[in-house]
């Protein structure tokens, strides 16, 4: 079986941030983005999210226009995409509005991790050995029919596809305001990744959504320099 596709999905702040340091949700986006990342949802076999984002924002991770939840099932899919949440230590709270909604759930995580977690009746557990390996976890998901995937966040798991060379395509929203505190968690951790500051993505497609500019990379391409 062939890997999926893998998209990236992420909005940061003029100067790279995904959130602030607040408890509450911090939008970045506006309502026509949003839109636009449901659309995105809508056209995935599974959304991907590390443990860390959904201890932290407790998502829904549903597509939520009844239109396009329609015209899923009318093509033979689930109504909402699967939800895949990737957890080394398996340490997911049971009472997360994520395991009661709908949508088929998978967590991903290693034999330690399998053995500690107390969501084993609310998802498919999935242990990937001692360690995870998101190579190994994408032949898996591929092995289940999963041919796209769309990856949410946060910023470890950013870092592990595009470190390891397995992101095909970035979606980034820029949203025109500064963040600047010095915890707010950031787009990415330093990290080796493949051809290092020389190395140019390809840009595909730049798209003014209001306020936001969306640019649409290809990781696995490179730019000419000029």
Same mark, same amino acid.
């Given at each position: 079986?062939?890997? $999926?596709?893998?998209? @990236?999905? +992420?909005? #940061? =702040?003029?100067? &790279?941030?995904? !959130?602030?340091?607040?408890?509450?949700?911090?939008?970045?986006?506006?309502?026509?983005?949003?839109?636009?990342?449901?659309?995105?949802?809508?056209?995935?076999?599974?959304?991907?999210?590390?443990?860390?984002?959904?201890?932290?924002?407790?998502?829904?991770?549903?597509?939520?226009?009844?239109?396009?939840?329609?015209?899923?099932?009318?093509?033979?899919? $689930?109504?909402?995409? @699967?939800? +895949?949440? #990737? =957890?080394?230590? &398996?340490?997911? !709270?049971?009472?997360?509005?994520?395991?009661?909604?709908?949508?088929?759930?998978?967590?991903?995580?290693?034999?330690?991790?399998?053995?500690?977690?107390?969501?084993?009746?609310?998802?498919?557990?999935?242990?990937?050995?001692?360690?995870?390996?998101?190579?190994?976890?994408?032949?898996?998901?591929?092995?289940?029919?999963?041919?796209?995937?769309?990856?949410?966040?946060?910023?470890?798991?950013?870092?592990?596809?595009?470190?390891?060379?397995?992101?095909?395509?970035?979606?980034?929203?820029?949203?025109?305001?500064?963040?600047?505190?010095?915890?707010?968690?950031?787009?990415?951790?330093?990290?080796?990744?493949?051809?290092?500051?020389?190395?140019?993505?390809?840009?595909?497609?730049?798209?003014?959504?209001?306020?936001?500019?969306?640019?649409?990379?290809?990781?696995?391409?490179?730019?000419?320099?000029?």
């Amino acid at each position: 079986m062939s890997r $999926p596709y893998v998209l @990236l999905s +992420v909005a #940061v =702040s003029a100067d &790279g941030c995904i !959130d602030d340091v607040s408890a509450g949700r911090f939008p970045l986006s506006n309502a026509a983005d949003f839109d636009h990342v449901d659309q995105v949802r809508a056209e995935s076999d599974a959304i991907l999210l590390g443990a860390g984002t959904v201890r932290r924002d407790d998502p829904r991770l549903l597509v939520r226009s009844a239109r396009r939840c329609a015209d899923r099932v009318a093509r033979g899919l $689930p109504e909402h995409p @699967l939800k +895949v949440v #990737v =957890s080394g230590s &398996g340490n997911l !709270d049971p009472a997360l509005r994520l395991w009661r909604l709908g949508g088929g759930k998978l967590v991903y995580t290693t034999d330690s991790g399998a053995a500690a977690t107390t969501v084993d009746e609310l998802a498919e557990i999935a242990s990937l050995g001692a360690e995870i390996d998101f190579g190994a976890l994408l032949d898996d998901l591929g092995s289940r029919g999963v041919r796209r995937l769309m990856v949410e966040g946060g910023t470890c798991i950013h870092t592990e596809f595009l470190q390891a060379g397995l992101a095909d395509e970035l979606r980034m929203a820029i949203a025109p305001m500064l963040v600047g505190q010095e915890a707010a968690p950031r787009f990415l951790h330093p990290a080796d990744f493949p051809g290092g500051p020389a190395r140019r993505f390809h840009l595909e497609e730049v798209t003014k959504i209001g306020d936001v500019a969306v640019l649409r990379y290809f990781p696995k391409v490179t730019s000419e320099s000029g």
